[in-house]
């Protein structure tokens, strides 16, 4: 026997099992459908994880696993400054300004 606790006026809102075979209920925006019936259940649960899941739970991994400061990049232009040889082009700032300024006003 089963008691509903969302009964209407006048009901008595108790339902046996033999009655109501399938008792849907509403579980963080998902339907889900339960059988209500006097039988035993197995006790497996089985889940799909989607491949859009996969793929991003496999981006996530290679992004842990990439270092955030590229060492070699850093020692390269560390040495360059120390030695007088890093330039900075002036046309070139220019330039990747502009092309920032237009790419953002354009979206």
Same mark, same amino acid.
């Given at each position: 026997m089963k008691i509903n606790p969302n009964i209407a006026a006048g009901s008595t809102g108790i339902q046996s099992a033999e009655t109501k075979k399938t008792d849907k209920t509403k579980l963080n925006g998902y339907e889900k459908s339960e059988s209500t #019936?006097? #039988?035993?259940?197995?006790?497996?649960?089985?889940?799909?994880?989607? #491949?859009?899941?996969?793929?991003?739970? $496999?981006?996530?991994?290679?992004?842990?696993?990439?270092?955030?400061?590229?060492?070699? $990049?850093?020692?390269?232009?560390?040495?360059?400054?120390?030695?007088?040889k890093y330039n900075v082009s002036a046309d070139a700032i220019a330039d990747k300004l502009v092309d920032d300024h237009i790419r953002l006003a354009g979206a």
């Open positions: #019936s006097t #039988s035993a259940s197995t006790g497996s649960a089985n889940a799909e994880i989607s #491949s859009r899941a996969k793929d991003m739970a $496999k981006a996530k991994q290679v992004a842990a696993d990439t270092p955030d400061v590229r060492e070699a $990049k850093i020692a390269a232009l560390r040495e360059q400054i120390q030695n007088k």
